[in-house]
């Protein structure tokens, strides 16, 4: 059973960074794809980052430029970097995990991904 589970979230002011940790047990971490969503009050989720197998990434358009996404196999884990933090970015984030078949795929539907954790509240103040 794959498990998904985010850590780093919480309250930083306008212009902070943050970094958000996404943790996969119960399966071969090196050949998932991974992505971070978000979801603010009131809207829909949205699309942040994803990131393949290989190290290739694709990057929603509210963050391009501002956040990162990354991987390190060997701890099983993939991060999320968000410098330049605006209020706007306040949200709950949530990681998401699928296998690739190719070391190229990157999704970036929800609907491409099998496996999601419970979500992290990142709340940026003004």
């Known amino acids: 059973q794959v498990q998904l589970v985010e850590s780093g979230g919480g309250l930083v002011q306008a212009g902070d960074s943050l970094r958000l940790s996404c943790t996969v047990s119960?399966?071969?971490?090196?050949?998932?794809?991974m992505g971070w969503f978000r979801q603010a009050p009131g809207k829909e989720r949205e699309f942040v980052a994803s990131?393949?197998?290989?190290?290739?990434?694709v990057y929603g358009e509210s963050v391009k430029g501002r956040f990162t996404i990354s991987r390190d196999n060997g701890k099983n884990t993939a991060y999320l970097q968000g410098n330049s933090l605006k209020p706007e970015d306040t949200a709950v984030y949530y990681c998401?995990?699928?296998?690739?078949?190719?070391?190229?795929?990157?999704?970036?539907?929800?609907?491409?991904?099998?496996?999601w954790g419970q979500g992290i509240q990142v709340t940026v103040s003004s």
């Open positions: 998401a995990a699928v296998r690739a078949h190719v070391d190229t795929y990157i999704p970036t539907r929800q609907s491409e991904f099998d496996y």
């Open positions: 990131i393949s197998w290989s190290n290739h990434t």
């Open positions: 119960g399966g071969i971490f090196n050949y998932y794809a």
